[in-house]
């Protein structure tokens, strides 16, 4: 019924944890599928050694998140396919919890998992939402686990433990391999939004992850795509009359990315190279969007009432992190 698809890179030290959990689990009709990425630590020798079970494809090159995940999800048999990160330990109903939420109601294209930072009571992810510049966030982000204990219509989830209904992905795609990753999950649920799609959290299928085990969260590679994918999620998929609404807002996130990025993190050559890509990838981009639009099933006035003002998600994160400081 489901395919658990596991994007692998130098990650050998991770994997027991994450592929242990999910033999724990209590819903068994499921097959893994782990996509390597031409990794270097011996990761693909250990798979066959300690778990032969596994479906292992084992590539050539470093293809990304969104390679990868496309890798596996063409050879999975599942009616739903869960996208699960190599840094993830998994409850043990888990995907029994998400796939008894899609069946509830053949609408719902995404189920979203409640994901808690390794080791800790802080949220890192309890669905996906989107801003008024047409940037995503994750809904719940740095709160404690105390809360989000209900399960609600959201606007997406992180691909970091998701699940998604095989038919929706059909109909309106997979990851765009364009991104490689970063980004490709925000993507997916604008895309999933538009054409009608609905996304569900919910809050009993628990994920512990060590968030950014494997690339960091200011590395070059993190600070690139970073900087170029979102320029290429508004293009994409916001509605040209909304972009010119909020394009003051727009113009505050990328002010603000870039003191975050650029003043503070010193990734000047990452972010900007990263935003000259995406100026290189718009015709590309434009091509994408009239088949975004042309299939587009929720209107305007629709899409901007689920819409944050950024303005308001930026004080929020400000204050959230003076908050930690305070407490630290």
């Known amino acids: 019924m489901v395919s658990v698809i596991i994007v692998n890179y130098n990650g050998i030290n991770i994997l027991a944890r994450c592929l242990e959990a999910l033999q724990r689990q209590n819903f068994g009709d499921f097959e893994i599928i782990v996509v390597d990425n031409a990794s270097q630590d011996g990761s693909v020798q250990w798979l066959a050694l300690h778990h032969p079970e596994v479906k292992v494809i084992a590539l050539e090159v470093?293809?990304?998140?969104?390679?990868?995940?496309?890798?596996g999800y063409r050879v999975a048999s599942g009616k739903f396919i869960a996208m699960l990160n190599n840094d993830t330990e998994v409850s043990e109903c888990w995907l029994g919890e998400l796939v008894a939420a899609m069946e509830g109601d053949p609408r719902i294209g995404i189920c979203s998992s409640r994901i808690v930072v390794s080791g800790?009571?802080?949220i890192d992810s309890v669905g996906g939402g989107f801003t008024t510049a047409g940037s995503g966030f994750k809904r719940g982000e740095g709160e404690s686990q105390q809360h989000y204990l209900s399960s609600c219509q959201v606007d997406g989830a992180c691909a970091a433990a998701a699940l998604y209904r095989r038919t929706m992905i059909e109909e309106i795609g997979f990851l765009d391999g364009d991104f490689f990753l970063n980004h490709e999950d925000t993507d997916l649920d604008f895309r999933a939004f538009l054409a009608g799609w609905k996304s569900v959290y919910v809050p009993t299928a628990i994920v512990q992850h060590d968030?950014?085990?494997t690339l960091g969260t200011m590395s070059e590679l993190t600070v690139y795509y970073f900087s170029r994918n979102s320029i290429l999620v508004w293009v994409k998929n916001m509605p040209l009359t909304l972009m010119l609404r909020f394009f003051h807002h727009r113009l505050f996130y990328e002010l603000a990315t870039f003191v975050y990025y650029c003043v503070l993190g010193r990734r000047w050559k990452a972010y900007l190279t990263g935003k000259l890509d995406a100026v290189r990838l718009l015709p590309t981009m434009l091509q994408k969007r009239r088949v975004i639009q042309?299939?587009?099933?929720?209107?305007?006035?629709?899409l901007r009432k689920m819409l944050l003002p950024f303005p308001s998600y930026f004080s929020k994160r400000v204050s959230m992190q003076f908050f930690r400081r305070d407490m630290s």
């Open 120 to 122: 800790t009571d802080i």
């Open 62 to 71: 470093n293809t990304g998140f969104t390679g990868g995940n496309n890798v």
């Open 211 to 213: 968030v950014s085990a």
């Open 294 to 302: 042309r299939n587009r099933r929720i209107s305007n006035n629709c």
